[in-house]
């Protein structure tokens, strides 16, 4: 991310690596996402999907958000929501470096809004 910044401030940002940004997103999902702290509003699914092939879901509920990893053989039941880009693009929307009119998104796009405004550790 701050390799990204430094080149938006030069006037210069180029998407992060393949490798860095599926990692990246993993990551993100799993260490910052995941939590028992009650979500806030109503029950949501939340779908993420790269171009490159891997998708993820997050669950949010009273017993907090739940993060698995979405394959190929299953068919889950449609999302609230669901947000479809380069995995690139998925990590610098997960840190508010793009808009989420960047990706191609489905659903009720007010769910995006409630987690970008929700802080679980207050």
């Not at 790269?50 to 739940?66: F, I, K, M, P, V």
Request: with cysteine; proline share 7%; net charge negative.
């Amino acid at each position: 991310m701050h390799a990204y910044d430094v080149q938006l401030t030069v006037g210069a940002p180029q998407p992060l690596s393949e490798e860095v940004a599926l990692d990246g997103f993993d990551d993100c999902q799993f260490t910052l996402c995941a939590t028992t702290v009650a979500w806030p509003h109503q029950p949501a699914v939340v779908d993420y999907h790269t171009t490159e092939g891997r998708s993820w879901r997050l669950r949010l509920s009273a017993d907090g958000a739940q993060v698995t990893r979405l394959t190929s053989a299953a068919a889950p039941a449609p999302a609230d929501v669901s947000a479809r880009g380069t995995a690139s693009d998925l990590v610098l929307f997960f840190y508010g470096r793009i808009p989420l009119n960047a990706l191609k998104y489905e659903g009720d796009r007010r769910i995006f809004d409630q987690l970008i405004a929700w802080d679980p550790s207050v």
